[in-house]
T-cell receptor, first 113, second 111 residues
Framework: EAQVTQNPRYLITVTGKKLTVTCSQN?????MSWYRQDPGLGLRQIYYSMNVEVTDKGDVPEGYKVSRKEKRNFPLILESPSPNQTSLYFCASTLRTGVYEQYFGPGTRLTVT | QKEVEQNSGPLSVPEGAIASLNCTYS??????FFWYRQYSGKSPELIMFIYSNGDKEDGRFTAQLNKASQYVSLLIRDSQPSDSATYLC???????????FGIGTKLQVIP
């Protein structure tokens, strides 16, 4: 089954404790992306990757890191989480940019206390 | 600055009516547009995409694009209570190689 998986689905952590949210897709997609979704602000892109070893900042990259060492995986790293990073996070992938549909993961609800 | 604008709603329509959802965009380099439906707490799912001026129909859904006026719309005919969700408009910018989402319009279909 074609899918995007994210782990964990729910996470409560404390300020400053490094964490990684994993994202994996099994569709051989080139383009992967991380979004955060906050009430009243919609989906905002954090980082994206157009292919292996090619990443770039989205609209809200501060406080986040990513890597793309393999085509299927695109982890999101919060090296020192802060309460303002409490949000719902989605990973998405698409075959290529342009007219192709983005497939979204199930989401990770992160709470930083 | 926000590149894709939507009215957050809620937009309430009676069951069986036509729901009209609108979206405007500021980046004239935007090449293609997507409508996603998102139920509360769930991930967005694609309804339609459009990249040419005019209308595109798929079942009860019709997407409309007017590049001169920089707006995109989604019509839902014969609205059903199961259509109650938030509808996200998104535009792809070839220049920036990224997709920008609007804040979404909440649709409520009243039985």
């Amino acid at each position: 089954e074609a899918q995007v998986t994210q782990n964990p689905r729910y996470l409560i952590t404390v300020t400053g404790k490094k964490l990684t949210v994993t994202c994996s897709q099994n569709m051989n997609h080139e383009y992967m992306s991380w979004y955060r979704q906050d009430p009243g602000l919609g989906l905002r892109q954090i980082y994206y990757s157009m292919n292996v070893e090619v990443t770039d900042k989205g609209d809200v990259p501060e406080g986040y890191k990513v890597s793309r060492k393999e085509k299927r995986n695109f982890p999101l790293i919060l090296e020192s989480p802060s309460p303002n990073q409490t949000s719902l996070y989605f990973c998405a992938s698409t075959l290529r940019t342009g007219v192709y549909e983005q497939y979204f993961g199930p989401g990770t609800r992160l709470t930083v206390t | 600055q926000k590149e894709v604008e939507q009215n957050s709603g809620p937009l309430s329509v009676p069951e069986g009516a036509i729901a009209s959802l609108n979206c405007t965009y500021s980046d004239r380099g935007s090449q293609s547009f997507f409508w996603y439906r998102q139920y509360s707490g769930k991930s967005p799912e694609l309804i339609m995409f459009i990249y040419s001026n005019g209308d595109k129909e798929d079942g009860r859904f019709t997407a409309q694009l007017n590049k001169a006026s920089q707006y995109v719309s989604l019509l839902i005919r014969d609205s059903q209570p199961s259509d109650s969700a938030t509808y996200l408009c998104a535009g792809f910018s070839g220049g920036y190689q990224k997709v920008t989402f609007g804040i979404g319009t909440k649709l409520q279909v009243i039985p």
